[in-house]
């Protein structure tokens, strides 16, 4: 134990009743982050039970629309002119709830932990060249210009390992929103660079942008930023936090750059990947180890 | 090494979660990640989470990346399988150091190793055995049918791969 004299007993008082300050503030610091946590998940858990009540609408506006077209179709109560007329307007409500439901299930999958890949070589022009064509008559509505610089020459192809289905939706979502958010009459573009084993997709639109404060928000499940009685925009705020957790298991990330006022780009980079059966996780001096079934103790 | 079987083949990915009444060879692989294997002795049959980061705090999807959800949907996965939760037994693996980090507070591998611990106590599910810290990977497998793991440390420093 220290000895302590008249000289070192008041400074090692002093350096204890320092220390002890500083773990009052550091405690005081964690409380203030615990209830900053505590806030964000119950307001996650608001937004989630407002997701339930909204989905009806949602759901139910554009379903009734199908119906009711698609009735008067089949009952030939219409030209053939404007039962063309009306077979486009089921297919973009189609198109929509279609979207919406598989965004629905990705965002089920992966809160259940049910993700599974299937890595395969992909022609990512082609599936650029298919989802702007998707989603033409969207833009289309809007008088917005939908470029794509898909990294290969008119036709060309880009072939990258990944799982295809997964970087669609992600794809999906990025153009779903370019062309949602950006100003009528402006455009929307993709670009593709790939560079060795990364492959670098940026969309950008000329909408009004994020503000700084809510960049990291917009990629939280069910965050839209125009919500209550001035909402705009459809969809439920799923997309961005389906996309970044997809881009993040593909071994890449994603991100937001954006100026108020001049709008957005998000950038996917993911990593090629080697097929599952190919992970190299064998080693030749590894240890084994092996764990009887539990005897209940 | 385990027996010849007829189990079925699973790939468990980081952020994933597996159960099933049949019986499966899960393999899965893990850096500073950590794996629970649950096993129900009464039904033979088990289930294995692989989570990253210990709690999720609101950001993003309320997925099992994360281990307060990983372990939470684990158990209720089995229940739903028909597990009563007090025959079910834990084992734990992963948390390695595998990036190199000055602050202690800042290694996610023991956060991870803390949070299993914390949560199965709490939920009075014992931990029969565990293979846990160290600065390497570990490659896993696990029969669900049977409970027995087996793991395989990886020497070489890796990070979790995810695929």
Not at chain 1, 12 to 22: A, F, P, V
Not at chain 1, 62 to 80: H, S
Not at chain 1, 203 to 225: C, E, M, S, Y
Not at chain 2, 71 to 89: F, H, P, T, V
Request: aromatic fraction near 6%.
């Amino acid at each position: 134990m220290d000895r302590f004299n008249d000289e070192t007993l008041p400074a090692d008082l002093q350096r204890r009743l320092e220390e002890g300050r500083i773990a009052v503030d550091n405690l005081r610091t964690m409380t203030v982050n615990l209830e900053q946590v505590n806030e964000k998940l119950r307001l996650s858990e608001e937004m989630r039970s407002n997701f339930l009540s909204n989905i009806r609408n949602e759901m139910n506006n554009p379903l009734a629309a199908i119906l009711g077209l698609a009735r008067q179709i089949a009952d030939r109560k219409v030209d053939a002119e404007t039962a063309g007329t009306m077979a486009g307007t089921v297919y973009r409500e189609a198109f929509d709830l279609d979207f919406q439901l598989r965004n629905i299930f990705a965002a089920a999958e992966l809160e259940a932990g049910e993700v599974s890949f299937s890595i395969a070589r992909l022609d990512v022009a082609a599936l650029l060249r298919q989802l702007v064509a998707d989603f033409s008559h969207r833009a289309e509505e809007k008088r917005v210009a939908l470029q794509v610089d898909a990294g290969a020459p008119d036709g060309g192809q880009l072939l990258f390992t990944t799982d295809p289905e997964k970087l669609k939706i992600v794809l999906a979502n990025l153009l779903a929103n370019a062309v949602e958010f950006t100003k009528e009459g402006t455009r929307a573009s993709v670009h593709v660079r790939r560079d060795g084993g990364t492959l670098t997709i940026a969309v950008a639109d000329q909408g009004p942008g994020i503000p700084p404060a809510d960049r990291k928000k917009v990629f939280d499940r069910f965050v839209q930023l125009d919500t209550g009685a001035r909402k705009r925009h459809r969809g439920h705020g799923l997309g961005l936090s389906i996309a970044k957790a997809y881009a993040e298991m593909l071994g890449g990330s994603m991100a937001l750059s954006s100026e108020e006022g001049r709008g957005c780009v998000f950038t996917l980079s993911v990593a090629e990947l080697l097929s599952a059966g190919s992970v190299d996780a064998s080693s030749s001096d590894g240890n084994e180890f092996i764990f009887e079934p539990g005897t209940g103790s | 090494m385990l027996p010849k079987t007829d189990a079925h083949q699973h790939f468990l990915i980081a952020g994933g979660i597996f159960a099933s009444a049949q019986p499966h060879l899960v393999t899965t692989i893990l850096g500073s990640c950590v794996s629970v294997c649950l096993w129900d002795g009464i039904l033979q049959r088990g289930g294995i989470n692989h989570y990253m980061l210990p709690f999720w705090n609101g950001e993003g999807l309320a997925s099992p990346k994360y281990g307060n959800i990983a372990i939470a949907k684990l158990i209720e996965r089995l229940q739903n399988l028909g597990s009563d939760r007090r025959d079910l037994r834990a084992k734990v693996f992963g948390g390695g150091v595998v990036l190199r980090v000055s602050n202690p507070f800042m290694n996610i591998g023991d956060r991870n190793i803390q949070l299993a611990e914390d949560l199965l106590r709490n939920e009075n599910i014992p931990i029969i055995s565990a293979d846990t810290g160290g600065t390497v990977g570990r490659k896993l497998i696990f029969h669900t049918g049977t409970g027995t793991v087996l793991v395989k440390k990886l020497p070489r420093q890796i990070d979790d791969i995810r695929v």
